[in-house]
C-alpha cells in the first residue's frame, strides 16, 4: 500500500487506512533506532530540504535526524521574511529549491496554505511541518502513534484536547486524526480562544476543562504561545493557569492510567504542572522519540516507496 | 585535461578551453540529475566549507547540494562582521578554517578580492561565490550552460546585459564569460548604473534599453538591490521600471525565440514583468537546476580531479 | 583503555593517564588528513548534535568536521536563550534533544554547569564545548597534543598563561590539565583577572608577566574579551597591551624555542605582536588542526568504543 498524494499537507486529507500505513511504518522503523548503527541506506542519494520560514529548531532537528537515519542528505534553508514582498519572494524561493530538484522538500510557514501552494508549483514531494493555525500532520502522526503505543487500541478513546485551539494547527490536525480513527475529541480553551464551528470538525467543546476531561483516555495540553497573544485573549497567565493548567486535582477526573501529552516546549505550571509534566503519565519525551519514527515514516513513504 | 589555478576566483582568469571544460564537465554531471539516486561516490572523504560572509541562501543551498551530490561533507560557516576589526577576523577565520584543512572553500564576501586574498592563505581550493561588484564566476558559467543548451554554440550570438550594471558582478562575469567564448555582449542600464570604462572589458554600452535589445539572442536581465541603493541611483522604482523593465514590447525588439533570463530573484515587475518571467522564453528556473550541475563541475574539477 | 565517564564534562575529572589515551588516540586518528580521502567509517550510523547556546562557529566548525571524518551523522542545533524562562527552556530543549537519541551532544553554554546537568539527564554523552568560565577541556587537550608534538614530554615544562585568568575556562582546564601531565604551571595578568585562589589548583601567579615568563618553554597568551568587560577590569586596551602584549623583548625572557600558543581569535597587537603570532615560534594554526584531531578522538573514545 502507498500513500494516494505525493505530498503530506494535513491529516484532513488522508485516510483511516493511509493514517495506519503510516504509523505501522513508523513503528517498524522505530526499531532502527534500538540498533548500534541507528542508520538504513533506504533514501541514500535522495535529498530532503527544510524550507523553514518560521523558526523551530526542535521541528527541523527531528526531520533532520529522521532524514539522515534514512541516509538522505539534508539541506537547511532558514529564509527570513525581511523583503518588501514577502508572497513574492516566497513564491520565488518556492520555484528556486524546486528548481534544484530535491526528493523532498518540509516547509513550515506561519501563513496557512503555504504548503499546498508550494506543492502545486514543484515537483518534489512536499510536507507540512506546520501552516499557521491550519495543520501540523507530522505532530499528529506522532501523537497518534504514542497513544497507539500505550493504549493499543483509538476506537472509543475519549481524548481532551486543552487550551488555545483557535490558534493551534496542532489541535486541528489531532482532531482530523483522532475522530478519523475511531476516538471521541473534546477540546476545552478559554470562550476567546475557541473557534466559532470547531464541533463541525466533529469534536465537542467545552469551556470548563474539568467537564472535559472527565473520563478521558488521554489529556492533551497545548502550548500557549505567550509572548504572542495572551494579553489579548485572556485577562492573565496566572488567570489562564489558575482555570486551565492541568493539576492533580483535575487530572483525577481522567480515567486512570490517562496519558497525558503537550507538543512542547512546556511553560510548566502554565499549562501543565510540573509533578505532571515529570509524573508517571506523562508521555512528552516519548511523543519526540516517536517525532523522529514518524518522520521517518513519512519521509520513506513519500520518496522512498513512491519511487519504486 | 584539468584547470590550471588550484582555485575559481573569477572568469577573467580562465581560457575559453576550460569554460569549455567546465561546461562539459556539467553536462555530463547533468545526467545524475535524472536518476533516481542522485549521487556519486566521486568526491567521498572531502569537505567543502561554505564560507558565506553576506547571506546567500540559495547560492550556499545550491553549492551544498551540489557537494553532497559529489559525497562531499559540507560545512556551513556563516560569519558574522559583527567584531571590532573586520579585516583581521577575516584573515583570522580564513586561516584557522584552512588550518582545519578542507579540501574546498567556498567563499562569498561583500568586499572585492576577498577570495584572492584568501586563496594565497590557505592551502585548499577556493572559490568565489561572489565578492562585492568583483565577480560571481559560478553564476555566469550557469548563464553559459543555459545559453548553451538553448542555442547550441556562443560564436555570434548578441546577449544584452540590462540592469545596474556598475554593481553587478553577475554582469562582470557574464560580459567575461560571454566575450569569451564569442558572443557580442552589450549592457544597458541608467547612465548613473554605468561605470565608466565599462566598454573595456570588450562589450558596447547603452542607456537605453531598446538599442540594446534589438535583435538580441539572449536578454539577462540583473536583480535590483532595491533596499541598498535604488534611491540614490534613480528617482523611483516606478520610474526605474517604466524606462528598464523588460515588456513584452521591448521584447518585440529582440530576435525570434530569444532567451529571457535572471539570476533571481526577481522583483517581479520592476526588472521584469511577470508574464515574461513565466512566459515559453524565461529559463530563469533551468539556470536554477543548471546552478547544480554546473557547482559539481566545479567541485570535480578543483577537488575529484586535481588530487588524482 | 577506556574513558570510565560516558561524558567529558572537564579535565578536572579525567586521569593522567585518560588524557594520555586522549593524546595517543588523537595521533594516531591525526594521519588520516594526511591521506586523500580523510574519512573512516568508525561512526557510521552514530548521531552528534552540536547544541550551541553560545555563538562559536569555529569551534562549531572543528566539532562538525571531526564527527564527519568519523561518518557521523551531524546535526546543529543553535539555541537562543530568547525566550521568557531561560532556564526551563534549558532543561526542555536538553531533554527534548535527548528524546531524540542522539549518541553525543557536544554542548556549549554560558554557564557553568550546564554541561554537568544536561549530562544527568540524557542517556547520550555529553561534550563540553565551553561552560561560562569554568571549563573548555577540548581546547586544552589540543593545547597538550600541540604541545606534546613540539616539545616530546610534559614532564617538567614551565607553562606561562597570561592574560584574563579569572574569565578564562581555557585557563582554568589548561591550568589542571598541564599541572597533571607534571609541567609546572604559572599564570599572569592584571590583579582584576587573577581569581583569588587560582594557586590551590596546582599553579603559581603573577601580575606581572615578565616573572611569568622567564625560562617559559610553553607561553599561552588568553584572548581579551574586548567586547565584554575590557572597560571594567583595566583602564583601557593600550594599558593592557603595553603591559600584557607579549612582544619579542617579553619573549627574549623565555627559552629559547620556546612555543607560543594562542587559542583565537588574536586581537593582534592587543595580547600578541603580529611579529610573534605570525613567527616561527608560534603553533597557533597547529592548534586549529590538532584541534580536529583531538575532537576526532573523544568523539571516537566516547561513541565508537564504548558501544562495542
Known amino acids: 500500500m502507498r500513500l494516494v498524494s505525493k505530498d503530506l499537507l494535513g491529516i484532513e486529507k488522508l485516510t483511516r487506512e493511509e493514517i495506519e500505513l503510516i504509523l505501522e511504518t513508523a513503528q517498524k522503523l522505530h526499531e532502527i533506532h534500538s540498533r548500534d548503527i541507528k542508520k ?3 533514501l541514500r542519494g535522495k535529498t530532503v530540504v527544510n524550507l523553514f520560514f518560521e523558526g523551530s529548531t526542535r521541528t527541523r532537528t527531528s526531520f533532520e535526524i529522521a532524514a539522515k537515519r534514512l541516509s538522505a542528505d539534508t539541506i537547511n534553508f532558514s529564509a527570513s521574511s525581511s523583503s518588501l ?5 516566497l513564491i520565488d524561493t518556492a520555484r528556486s529549491i524546486g528548481a534544484m530538484l530535491p526528493d523532498v522538500i518540509v516547509v513550515r510557514h506561519n501563513q496557512a496554505g503555504t504548503p499546498e501552494m508550494l506543492s502545486r508549483m514543484v515537483k518534489s514531494s512536499v510536507v507540512n511541518a506546520g501552516d499557521g493555525a491550519h495543520e501540523h500532520p507530522s505532530q499528529a502522526l506522532l501523537d497518534l502513534l504514542t497513544v497507539k503505543e500505550k493504549k493499543g487500541r483509538f476506537e472509543g478513546l475519549k481524548v481532551a484536547i486543552v487550551g488555545d485551539i483557535a490558534a493551534s494547527r ?3 490536525s489531532n482532531i482530523y486524526g483522532f475522530t478519523k480513527m475511531g476516538a471521541e475529541v473534546r477540546v ?3 470562550p476567546t480562544m475557541l473557534p466559532p464551528h470547531i464541533e463541525q470538525l466533529g469534536c465537542k467543546a467545552y469551556t470548563n476543562v474539568r467537564e472535559a476531561v472527565v473520563d478521558a483516555d488521554v489529556i492533551m495540553m497545548l502550548r500557549i504561545q505567550m509572548e504572542r497573544h495572551s494579553k489579548l485573549l485572556f485577562p492573565s497567565i496566572r488567570e489562564y493557569s489558575r482555570l486551565y493548567c492541568l493539576t492533580p486535582e483535575i487530572l483525577d477526573l481522567a480515567k486512570e492510567n490517562a496519558v497525558i501529552m503537550h507538543p512542547g516546549p512546556i511553560n510548566r505550571d502554565v499549562e501543565i504542572s510540573s509533578e505532571i509534566a515529570d509524573g508517571p503519565y506523562s508521555v512528552i519525551l516519548e511523543q519526540v522519540t516517536n517525532g523522529v519514527a514518524v518522520r521517518m515514516a513519512i519521509l520513506y ?4 516507496q513512491r519511487s519504486n
Chains 1, 2, 3 share one sequence.
Open 188 to 190: 476545552a480553551g478559554p
Open 170 to 172: 496542532v489541535a486541528r
Open 40 to 42: 538504513v541506506p533506504t
Open 85 to 89: 514582498s514577502k508572497s513574492e519572494t
Open 301 to 304: 513513504l513519500l520518496a522512498g
